[in-house]
C-alpha cells in the first residue's frame, strides 16, 4: 500500500506557472512508477504526465508540448509536476497515481493508487 497526497493546486491567469507536489508514504517510493493525470467536468481523465522508477524516463501527454516536466526526489518521497504557460483548457482536478507493474507507466488502468486530487483553475 502506498497514499499519495496531492498539494500545490489552485487559482492561476492564463499564461501563469504552477507546482504540484505530490508526498508519497508507505511502500520504499522508488519501487512505484508515478503518474500525474487530470480530469475535466465530463471529460475521461487523461494522462498528463509519467515518469520511472529512477525518473531517467518521462512520457508526456500530447497536450502539453513541453509546457510541463515531471520530475522525482526519491529521498523525499515525492513526485513534482512543474506547469508553464498554463491555458484555461489545463483547468481540471489532477491526480498523482502510482504503479507498480512496469519502470514506466502510462494506461491509466494500470495504476493501482491514488491521490484525492488537487484542483487547477486557469482563467483567461
Known amino acids: 500500500q502506498v497514499q499519495l497526497v496531492e498539494s500545490g493546486g489552485g487559482l492561476v491567469q492564463a499564461g501563469d506557472s504552477l507546482r504540484l507536489s505530490c508526498a508519497a508514504s508507505?511502500?520504499?517510493?522508488?519501487?512505484?512508477?508515478m503518474g500525474w493525470f487530470r480530469q475535466a467536468p465530463g471529460k475521461e481523465r487523461e494522462l498528463v504526465a509519467a515518469?520511472?522508477?529512477?525518473?531517467?524516463?518521462?512520457s508526456y501527454g500530447d497536450f502539453v508540448k513541453g509546457r510541463f516536466t515531471i520530475s522525482r526526489d526519491n529521498g523525499k518521497n515525492t513526485v513534482y509536476l512543474q506547469m508553464n504557460s498554463l491555458k484555461p483548457d489545463d483547468t481540471a482536478v489532477y491526480y498523482c497515481?502510482?504503479?507498480?507493474?512496469?519502470?514506466?507507466?502510462?494506461?491509466?488502468?494500470?495504476?493501482?493508487?491514488w491521490g484525492q486530487g488537487t484542483q487547477v483553475t486557469v482563467s483567461s
Open positions: 497515481a502510482a504503479s507498480d507493474k512496469y519502470s514506466l507507466v502510462v494506461r491509466t488502468t494500470l495504476y493501482d493508487y
Open positions: 508507505g511502500q520504499p517510493f522508488s519501487n512505484y512508477a
Open positions: 515518469i520511472s522508477w529512477s525518473g531517467s524516463s518521462t
